[in-house]
């Protein structure tokens, strides 16, 4: 049987999929303000069922989604290991069980997921690339209603590699569905610019000059010419398929307004959350992978985005923390003084696992990207008072706290594996 003959069969099973799903037991595992946005360790139909169960149905305008691409590839993230030596870590996997038919059940569960949340006036922006998007372009006509389709966006940019086979690749597509005919759409503008560069003087049409030539603004059209995220952007967080913050943010503004909720359900480096809390708009973000977490809310923090950060687990997996706490008039001096990785999660190749051999808790703290200390830690959510990311490779490691209360320290390290200290 054709795969194309399979796909209704498949769409509906995922359906049920979804629709038989359970509710996760995700507990607030830390907490920096109230926003109503929300991040969490989980997969995304997950996720969908949890901000249903939660009443959220219907509530969200924007829901991006920029899964894996079906390319049977694995994605890595370059980190900054012991003594500074660059290293490679598994960032997510692109290999499905059965394949294809592995992968369409789960994106399509994904979209069941997604039309049940998004707004009656929302869209869905479904984002891949030539693998695969033809066939999930008919998915989702059948999901959304092939009248609610809205528009083919075409991503394109400059990245090496290119081949003497065929043209070389260099676009992603971004598909675009409505909630219903009646979506909330804000169209942006762009520079057209006139033919010779000159002014044309039309009665009625304002016109405006840069270092090229005589332009006018006109409605944007739908091929994205947008830089990818250099090795020299400040935006770099060296997650291995990170989107710019210019798409995002246009995706964002065009399709939702301040103080809307915008989501992502394969958020990877956190570019969609990101750019959510720049433009004011509340977020909801979710993805499997511990680093990606890690990355999005050190993003976030730097940002100073206010979140829920949702966990199943607690900090098991993590390593272990050393710190000495010295109590003077004025309160609590806490300094870490060493960390230890657990390197039993941790798949490195046989290169870079030699770099961590003989390295002591104080070389340790070089792996460390962020702290986050909760001075009065009630036992089982994090509120950091204090929170600390690495920038330019330096990180403070030393906080004055109160008198009071229980101490929490958590810390994040280069693999996003999370420990936690308490201190009584
Ligand atoms: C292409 S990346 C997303 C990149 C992201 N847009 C960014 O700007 O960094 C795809 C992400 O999907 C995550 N992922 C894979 N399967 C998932 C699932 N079932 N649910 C949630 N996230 C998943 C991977 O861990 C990976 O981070």
Redesign the pocket.
């Known amino acids: 049987m054709s795969l194309l003959a399979d796909l209704p069969r498949l769409i509906e099973e995922s359906r049920a999929a979804f629709e038989e799903a359970g509710v996760p037991e995700l507990t607030v595992h830390e907490k920096n303000g109230s926003s109503g946005s929300m991040l969490a360790l989980c997969?995304?139909i997950s996720f969908s069922k949890f901000l249903l169960s939660k009443g959220l149905a219907g509530k969200i305008s924007t829901i991006y989604m920029?899964?894996?691409f079906l390319s049977g590839s694995d994605y890595s993230a370059r980190l900054s290991g012991p003594g500074g030596k660059s290293i490679s870590h598994h960032?997510?996997s692109d290999r499905w069980t059965n394949d294809e038919e592995g992968y369409i059940r789960?994106l399509c569960s994904a979209l069941w997921g997604a039309k049940s949340l998004v707004s009656p006036q929302g869209s869905v922006f479904l984002h891949l690339d030539w693998h695969f998007v033809h066939y999930m372009k008919i998915c989702m006509d059948e999901i959304f209603g092939r009248e609610n389709f809205i528009n083919e966006i075409i991503w394109q940019y400059k990245s090496g590699g290119s081949s003497k086979k065929h043209f070389a690749r260099k676009h992603d597509t971004i598909l675009m569905y409505g909630s219903s005919k009646d979506h909330y759409f804000d169209i942006p503008k762009e520079k057209s610019y006139n033919r010779g560069m000159k002014p044309y003087h039309f009665k009625g049409v304002d016109e405006y000059e840069d270092e090229n030539g005589w332009y006018t603004l006109v409605n944007m059209k739908d091929v994205w010419a947008i830089d990818m995220v250099g090795r020299t952007s400040s935006e770099r967080t060296g997650?291995a398929?990170?989107?710019p913050e210019a798409l995002l943010d246009r995706i964002i503004r065009c399709s939702s307004a301040e103080g809307d909720i915008c989501a992502d359900?394969?958020?990877?480096?956190?570019?969609?959350p990101v750019c959510a809390a720049k433009s004011g708009r509340r977020f909801f973000a979710?993805?499997?992978?511990k680093l990606?977490i890690s990355i999005t809310k050190k993003r976030l923090y730097d940002e100073g985005a206010k979140f829920i950060y949702y966990a199943g687990e607690d900090y098991s997996g993590g390593g272990k923390i050393d710190a000495e706490v010295t109590t003077s008039e004025d309160g609590r001096d806490i300094k870490i003084t060493g960390y230890t990785p657990d390197l039993t999660y941790i798949d490195l190749n046989e290169k870079d696992e030699a770099l961590f051999r003989d390295m002591t808790p104080e070389d340790g703290l070089a792996l460390i990207e962020s702290v986050s200390i909760d001075p009065g830690y009630d036992g089982s959510v994090q509120e950091p008072a204090i929170y600390r990311v690495k920038t330019k490779g330096a990180i403070d490691l030393e906080a004055s706290v109160g008198s009071e209360g229980k101490i929490s320290i958590v810390v994040s390290d280069i693999f996003g594996l999370e420990s936690q200290l308490i201190i009584s």
């Open positions: 997969d995304s920029d899964p894996p960032a997510y789960m997650y398929t990170q989107k359900l394969f958020c990877g480096s956190g570019t969609l979710c993805d499997t992978g990606a």
